[in-house]
């Protein structure tokens, strides 16, 4: 594909400059400096380019795009940071005819650039003369909010790039003083013309090791010592990403209060207590318009879920989704695996705990996405069923099954409602209680299967 225009992916004090100064050296591209910087454009200073001023950016930034390849001779582009416009960053990320540069730098080394170059007001070097230096002080928070950043825009880069099946030029910014990486990245861009030498007027700022330019290196060293640097604390999530589920969204017919319900958790008692709000009625079958529809006509409202512990959530979900023969659960799972899960009348506590135990250690298997079958959301983890709802919105609250009278009585007394009693759980009885089956193994097996339910939301041991 012949690219039309690029964007250069890059952080501040990543050798950004320098590569743009390069590129400007090949005939027929132009790079226009930060182009959406928040406070500027193109370079410091300047607050127009292109017939648009900053407001007139802010209020059309795709227009400016068009306008950049309009009025440019050749290939044009621009370099992003992960604070600029996010509407840019989305719009040329999903732009196959948009090359990608993606300019990387080790972050210590770029935290201390840059706050060398805070402390001095130094951002470009023309003239070794001119040089300023400083020891600046390293501030763990600070670095630790700047990793946040760095990596975070990484993964979103590379998010999407993957699922939109484009690739980029990745540089570091280590190989930035090398000729032929540099050429590699001309012919990336489709170009023919090759660089015969570096740009000579950019000086490297701070070439002395990380540490030499700080004014407190051990505490910085200590600092360190405690980021996992190969995430060796994070939970894998293998688990299939899940839709907002919008059409179960449950709203009180004249109360601004709407339920989103976590599959496997107190749904149908829930959905009684909301039905009986003021006059009482339900509002169901919602799609992203009307639930929209409804959002504008409350005014002033608040979205809620409610959180069960895992090991009772696995329990009922069993209970109801597999035993029950109401999905192919039970046929997947006995005739394509080999499970021996217990059911009907007549069986014994200890062969349901059996059968649940097995159930269970199946479900790391099954949420881990090594089966291939789609999740049930009875069974998915609550984690997974948050990050849907977020899609299109988080809950105002997340309430405990525990707490959960009080958590409803709270969540009406907010809106100024009279809160009606808890019903009783009408979802009917389960073959055995939990606390007739429950020890040690269960709640092992459970965590095993739900590790980042565990973790994330704080849950302990199951106490009924």
Not at 95 to 108: E, G, Q, S, Y
Request: proline letters at 6%; charged letters at 25%.
């Amino acid at each position: 594909m012949k690219f039309t225009s690029f964007v250069m992916f890059a952080e501040m004090r990543t050798g950004s400059n320098f590569l743009e100064a390069n590129l400007n050296a090949l005939p027929g591209v132009t790079c226009h400096g930060e182009l959406f910087n928040p406070h500027f454009m193109g370079k410091r200073d300047n607050p127009e380019m292109f017939g648009f001023d900053l407001a007139a950016r802010e209020a059309d930034p795709m227009a400016v795009l068009a306008a950049m390849r309009d009025q440019t001779e050749g290939l044009a582009g621009f370099r992003i940071f992960h604070d600029h416009d996010a509407r840019v960053i989305a719009q040329t990320l999903a732009d196959p005819a948009c090359a990608k540069i993606v300019l990387t730098r080790n972050p210590m080394e770029s935290y201390v650039s840059l706050k060398i170059a805070q402390a001095t007001d130094q951002w470009r070097l023309t003239n070794a003369k001119n040089l300023k230096t400083a020891r600046v002080s390293f501030n763990a928070a600070e670095f630790e909010g700047h990793l946040q950043a760095v990596q975070d825009f990484q993964i979103d880069l590379m998010r999407g790039l993957q699922i939109s099946g484009q690739t980029a030029f990745y540089i570091d910014y280590e190989d930035l003083n090398d000729l032929e990486v540099l050429n590699g990245l001309a012919a990336f861009l489709g170009l023919e013309a090759r660089l015969e030498a570096l740009d000579p007027k950019l000086k490297k700022q701070n070439p002395d090791a990380a540490i030499d330019k700080v004014l407190n290196p051990a505490e910085m060293e200590t600092s360190l010592s405690r980021l996992d640097r190969f995430n060796l604390a994070r939970t894998p999530n293998f688990e299939p990403r899940r839709a907002p589920a919008i059409p179960g969204f449950i709203a009180a017919a004249d109360a601004p209060l709407l339920f989103m319900p976590m599959r496997g958790a107190p749904e149908a008692q829930v959905t009684e207590w909301l039905g009986q709000l003021g006059r009482g009625g339900l509002i169901t079958d919602f799609v992203q318009k009307t639930l929209r529809q409804w959002k504008r006509q409350s005014g002033a409202h608040r979205a809620f879920t409610v959180l069960r512990h895992p090991l009772a959530r696995a329990h009922d979900g069993y209970c109801r989704a597999v035993l029950s023969g109401e999905t192919d659960l039970y046929r997947l799972m006995t005739k394509a695996y080999g499970l021996d899960l217990p059911r009907g009348e007549g069986i014994a506590a200890d062969a349901h705990h059996a059968g649940f135990l097995t159930f269970l250690r199946w479900l790391k298997i099954y949420l881990g996405g090594q089966t291939g079958q789609k999740i049930d959301p009875r069974l998915a983890s609550q984690s997974a069923v948050l990050q849907g709802f977020a899609q299109f919105q988080t809950p105002d609250m997340v309430l405990r099954e525990e707490r959960l009278a009080e958590g409803l009585e709270y969540l009406a007394s907010d809106l100024g409602i009279t809160a009606p009693d808890l019903p009783p759980d009408a979802s009917g009885p389960l073959p055995f209680a939990l606390r007739e089956i429950w020890d040690k193994d269960l709640e092992e097996a459970a965590r095993d299967a739900y590790p980042r339910d565990y973790l994330g939301f704080g849950f302990g041991r199951w106490r009924g």
